[in-house]
């Protein structure tokens, strides 16, 4: 079945330490997009990337960075930089192309806590 | 920059029950508005999309509309079950890569 899949489920970081968030998608996608959300509050978008080898920033990237290598992948790194980084953190992906008004599919998430 | 808001923050009604879920937003120049659920510890899954040239969508029992010159967009669920117990998100698309600005949610809670 074609999806979005997100790992780990949980990760427990520590002080000074920079962790990897794997986010990869079989559904052949061009966009793929990290979000992060806090309790009580909407998602905010971190970065998103429209083709391989080209990633933007989005409204909250201080502290975080992406790469895009393949098309399927788009991993997220929470650097020690980031001093608040507990939260859920949520990938989408999105066919691209020229018609803008294509849903954007999510994963599970992954749930980041400071150990 | 766009806001966007979500009228009520929670609801609980019995089973059966229609209701209706607000969402605003300051910005009208929009691409398309998305209705999402989220459940408890899991991701989003995307129920309507409605294009901004569009004033409604549906999908089993549900209904979005959209007025865009007011700024609004209603999700309508009719005869609530148990099973709809969830957070709504509503989003709205300003760009055409996709940016989505989301609400703060409505979670709705229905008892049998």
């Known amino acids: 079945d074609g999806g979005i899949t997100q790992s780990p489920k949980y990760l427990f970081r520590k002080e000074g330490q920079n962790v990897t968030l794997s986010c990869e998608q079989n559904l052949n996608h061009d966009a793929m997009y990290w979000y992060r959300q806090d309790p009580g509050q909407g998602l905010r978008l971190i970065y998103y990337?429209?083709?391989?080898?080209?990633?933007q920033k989005g409204d909250i990237a201080e502290g975080y960075s992406v790469s895009r290598e393949k098309k399927e992948s788009f991993p997220l790194t929470v650097t020690s930089a980031q001093k608040n980084p507990t939260a859920f953190y949520l990938c989408a992906s999105r066919i691209y192309g020229t018609d803008s008004n294509q849903p954007q599919h999510f994963g599970d998430g992954t749930r980041l806590s400071i150990l | 920059k766009q806001e966007v808001t979500q009228i009520p923050a929670a609801l609980s009604v019995p089973e059966g029950e229609n209701l209706v879920l607000n969402c605003s937003f300051t910005d009208s120049a929009i691409y398309n508005l998305q209705w999402f659920r989220q459940d408890p510890g899991k991701g989003l899954t995307s129920l309507l999309l409605?294009?901004?040239?569009?004033r409604e969508q549906t999908s089993g029992r549900l209904n979005a509309s959209l007025d865009k010159s007011s700024g609004r967009s209603t999700l309508y669920i009719a005869a609530s079950q148990p099973g709809d117990s969830a957070t709504y998100l509503c989003?709205?698309?300003?760009?055409?890569?996709?940016?989505?600005?989301f609400g703060q949610g409505t979670i709705l809670t229905v008892h049998p």
């Open positions: 409605i294009q901004s040239s569009q």
């Open positions: 989003a709205v698309g300003g760009t055409s890569y996709g940016k989505l600005t």
């Open positions: 990337s429209q083709i391989v080898n080209d990633f």
